[in-house]
């Protein structure tokens, strides 16, 4: 499941995840399973005043009995245990990414749109 690694954010902004223990998580998907912060201050300067669009899938939800790792995991060889951990992971992802993101986002508009 490369799309859902820990390097992305890593690689195309500075940010680091850090684990339970304050150190940056190991890549790759199931690196994403201790996320417990991301640290953004070695992310670009430009990145604040950024409008930033996303393309995405939104009949393919990230977590949960649909998500992508029960979804796409099996396509692409992984055995039933990967694919818990995975979907582990991606769950501690998103809840470690609320928290990351909420104070830095407070008052600020998003304009989702499906597409």
């Known amino acids: 499941m490369k799309r859902a690694s820990s390097g992305t954010h890593r690689t195309l902004v500075g940010a680091v995840i850090l684990g339970e223990s304050g150190d940056p998580v190991n890549p790759g998907g199931a690196g994403l399973a201790p996320v417990k ?39 692409k060889g992984a055995t039933p245990e990967q694919v818990s951990v995975l979907s582990d992971a991606l769950e501690r992802w998103a809840v ?9 986002h407070a008052g600020r508009q998003s304009n989702h749109q499906v597409g």
């Open 37 to 75: 912060s991301i640290d953004i201050a070695g992310m670009h300067q430009g990145l604040a005043e950024a409008e930033v669009l996303l393309a995405v899938n939104p009949h393919n939800v990230l977590c949960g009995p649909n998500g992508v790792a029960r979804v796409f995991g099996p396509q």
């Open 96 to 104: 470690g990414r609320c928290r990351a993101s909420a104070p830095a």
